[in-house]
């Protein structure tokens, strides 16, 4: 249900929607977004018809919806703008990632990949300064024991001593730094192979999945999945030698290497700077099932899934480009965040190049949140087009097209932008289809995941 405390303007709206004689409809339609917080509106038409009879198969028009219009859902992946397309989002994100750990028939992943070398890698930002943390014994440097979910925590204990320069640098070059690492790692598994870089593509392949995560502090670090495969990529087995204590050594030393570095010249009063990985440095192995000490594909495939709709706005930043350092103060933006963002606006006219104030609200980073390499998994794209044409063969079973022959169907559409969003009273109706949708995901989810392990007991 609404929530109780609704402002007078809302609950008008809310009540004139509801009372509307085609309110079922715009339930259905809200639905059918899976609840979209901010629904693109469309008007038009579509016509689908038999080329050879003439015969009209299927009309459909938005002149009899709810507005003139036919909402579609955003496909926003932040959790912070659309609740609802990021967790559809994030579960295209887990079946990418897990299908390179344990295969998938379907988008032709062979289960053999289950065989392959497999770690779980973070790598983090350095330090650039003391922040207020949780450690293990409890006590942070400022002397108190702070709540999990404590505002100061990843804020600065001398925010005049801080390197926010630093911090925002390190973050806008972090995807260079990724990409030395990868270079890197391939040189380090020919040396232990005793091969050079030619004769090792020939029968190892790299591949990874990966995703970026800010911490409290405003620095970003990367979640990857690393396998070994063989030269065809999950098709092929790698060679005996590549085991995972081989690719975890490798990866510690590619880490480390000198050559894993960017470096970034002094500009006016900035001091010339050379950035590496921080020294927590964490690579563990996959397990098809886990024995208690090891992670495993489901533990892995959720955690990266998690991270794939979150970006600096956990931090305090605004979700989108910022425009003036005031909208920080409307924002409510808290200090640590503000005087980082305030060093993106003072760094940028010294590295043009590096467009600092355009990607302020991401704290500096300007690369993608999730990658992966070409051969590790399916794609986004295809599981979207996957999606897509399930449904689209869904309404030709309903409409009773499936009996007409491909090659004679003519299909004529005219489609314009009719806005988005929704009225306050509209929102407050979407969030409670929301929920009452999520609730449904979670119900099924937990079944699965009750299925997931008595499959991995009987295993």
Request: aromatic share 8%.
């Amino acid at each position: 249900m609404p929530d109780a405390q609704l402002d007078p303007t809302t609950l008008g709206d809310l009540l004139r929607v509801a009372s509307a004689s085609d309110f079922h409809r715009w339930q259905d339609q809200i639905r059918r977004t899976g609840g979209c917080s901010d629904p693109i509106h469309l008007r038009g038409w579509t016509l689908t018809k038999d080329k050879v009879t003439g015969e009209t198969l299927h009309h459909y028009s938005t002149e009899h919806e709810p507005g003139g219009r036919l909402r579609v859902a955003c496909g926003n992946r932040r959790a912070s703008r659309c609740p609802s397309c990021a967790w559809t989002y994030a579960g295209d994100t887990y079946h990418l990632i897990r299908a390179g750990l344990a295969g998938d028939d379907r988008r032709d992943i062979p289960a053999t990949v289950r065989e392959h070398p497999r770690v779980f890698l973070t790598l983090t930002a350095p330090s650039f300064g003391p922040v207020h943390n949780r450690p293990d014994r409890g006590v942070c440097r400022c002397g108190l024991r702070h709540a999990a979910d404590d505002p100061a925590l990843g804020s600065a204990l001398d925010p005049e001593t801080y390197d926010y320069a630093g911090t925002v640098l390190f973050n806008n070059h972090a995807g260079q730094l990724w990409q030395r690492f990868t270079t890197r790692l391939r040189r380090e598994l020919a040396a232990r192979a005793g091969l050079s870089q030619r004769a090792l593509a020939e029968v190892l392949r790299v591949s990874f999945g990966k995703v970026a995560e800010f911490q409290k502090r405003g620095a970003v670090h990367f979640h990857a999945v690393m396998r070994l495969d063989g030269p065809d990529g999950p098709d092929s087995p790698p060679p005996s030698w590549a085991t995972v204590d081989l690719l975890a050594d490798a990866i510690r030393a590619a880490a480390r290497h000198s050559y894993t570095s960017v470096s970034v010249p002094a500009a006016e009063d900035e001091p010339a700077r050379t950035f590496r990985w921080g020294t927590q440095l964490d690579v563990r192995p996959v397990k098809a099932f886990g024995d208690g000490s090891d992670i495993t594909e489901q533990a892995v495939a959720s955690y990266v899934a998690k991270y794939a709709t979150k970006a600096a706005e956990n931090t305090g930043t605004p979700d989108r480009r910022i425009g003036e350092l005031a909208e920080l103060e409307r924002h409510g933006a808290p200090d640590h965040a503000r005087r980082l963002v305030a060093a993106c606006k003072a760094l940028d006219p010294l590295y043009p190049d590096r467009r600092l104030w355009a990607w302020a609200h991401m704290i500096g980073f300007r690369g993608h949140f999730s990658t992966k390499s070409r051969r590790y998994s399916t794609t986004l794209g295809a599981l979207r087009q996957e999606r897509a044409d399930f449904r689209a063969a869904q309404e030709r079973a309903v409409l009773n097209l499936d009996a007409s022959t491909p090659d004679t169907v003519l299909v004529l559409a005219d489609w314009q932008y009719a806005g988005h969003g929704h009225t306050p009273g509209e929102s407050v109706l979407a969030a409670t289809i929301a929920r009452g949708l999520q609730l449904n995901r979670e119900t099924a989810r937990e079944a699965l995941l009750d299925q997931l392990a008595l499959e991995g007991a009987a295993a």
